[in-house]
């Protein structure tokens, strides 16, 4: 069985999503979820479901005390899922094409540093965008700029708050984001 890790920064919805999902399959499980917020519902989530969780500073993120702790859990795909910090090189060269994000738009648009949850949906709606979507990509070096692995977009009306364009958004990680996981599960590792 293939083992996921998790890692998120805040509420942890996408997260509890991935980890139902898979305590349903046989290809894999959710070993771990880190988070660099102690104060995250994330941790909560993880606990509810089982799963164990650690929590880590940015230091220790830069440092590669996060990446002994990685080893630890042996992951074959790490999963971005509402993670804030610049994810280091050191444990992306460790762990190449083995690291996707959920970004919360249609990449190449709205992507890059400080591009994250209400500030896209704010900028889609001030920018009278007729569509936005979710990207699941591949992580490197740079905020938002790896090989995309899939998108799906949904239409947006005149009318569209930010709020309004973050449900839609929701609404897409909810269904797409597990399954396109068990997808990269089944197809490249």
């Not at 999503?17 to 399959?25: D, L, P, S």
């Amino acid at each position: 069985m293939k083992k996921i890790v998790i890692f998120a920064s805040g509420s942890g919805t996408n997260a509890e999503n991935v980890i139902q999902y898979f305590a349903t399959r046989s290809i894999g499980n959710v070993v771990g979820v880190f988070t660099n917020n102690a104060n995250a519902k994330v941790i909560d989530r993880a606990k509810n479901l089982e799963v164990p969780t650690v929590i880590f500073s940015k230091d220790d993120l830069n440092s590669g005390k996060t990446l002994q702790e990685l080893n630890l859990f042996q992951p074959d795909l790490i999963v971005l899922a509402g993670f804030l910090l610049k994810f280091p090189s050191t444990i992306i060269e460790v762990y190449p094409n083995q690291i996707v994000n959920i970004h919360p738009a249609l990449l190449p648009k709205y992507g890059g540093k400080g591009m994250y949850g209400m500030h896209i949906h704010k900028a889609v709606v001030e920018n009278n965008e007729k569509e936005t979507g979710i990207t699941i990509h591949y992580v490197n070096e740079n905020y938002d700029e790896g090989n995309i692995v899939f998108q799906q977009s949904v239409v947006l009306t005149e009318t569209d708050t930010p709020e309004d364009v973050a449900a839609k958004i929701h609404t897409l990680e909810q269904k797409h984001f597990p399954e396109e996981i068990e997808k990269l599960l089944l197809s490249n590792l």
